[in-house]
Nanobody, 127 residues
Framework: QVQLVESGGGLVQAGGSLRLSCAAS????????MGWFRQAPGKEREFVAA????????GYADSVKGRFTISRDNAKNTVYLQMNSLKPEDTAVYYC????????????????????WGQGTQVTVSS
């Protein structure tokens, strides 16, 4: 059974930074791409960032490009999301997710391609 546990959320002022972490267990972490998604109240869950299994390729939503950075440490089975220049519209519950296909060439941004999800961590950005 795959387990994903997020941490690092909290309350921050606009312009501030947070670093989210997601610790994975239960299967060979280094073989699967990882993604971050978020869901604001009353809105659908949306793609934020993803990273290839090897770490050699990343993808971002337009709304976070240049402000957020996804990375991974396969030795620690952990994926990170560094969030800088935070805005009130970044307020949401942030979820990490694991790709359903091992060693995929592309970076996937579609929710349905991810088969394991964490419980989420709240990020609140005050204006």
């Amino acid at each position: 059974q795959v387990q994903l546990v997020e941490s690092g959320g909290g309350l921050v002022q606009a312009g501030g930074s947070l670093r989210l972490s997601c610790a994975a267990s239960g299967r060979t972490f280094s073989m699967y791409a990882m993604g971050w998604f978020r869901q604001a109240p009353g809105k659908e869950r949306e793609f934020v960032a993803a990273i290839k299994w090897s770490g050699s390729r990343t993808g971002y939503a337009d709304s976070v490009k240049g402000r957020f950075t996804i990375s991974r440490d396969n030795a620690k089975n952990t994926v990170y999301l560094q969030m800088n220049s935070l805005k009130p519209e970044d307020t949401a519950v942030y979820y990490c997710a694991a790709d359903s296909v091992p060693l995929r060439t592309a970076v996937v941004t579609t929710i349905t391609e991810y088969d394991y999800w964490g419980q989420g961590t709240q990020v609140t950005v005050s204006s």
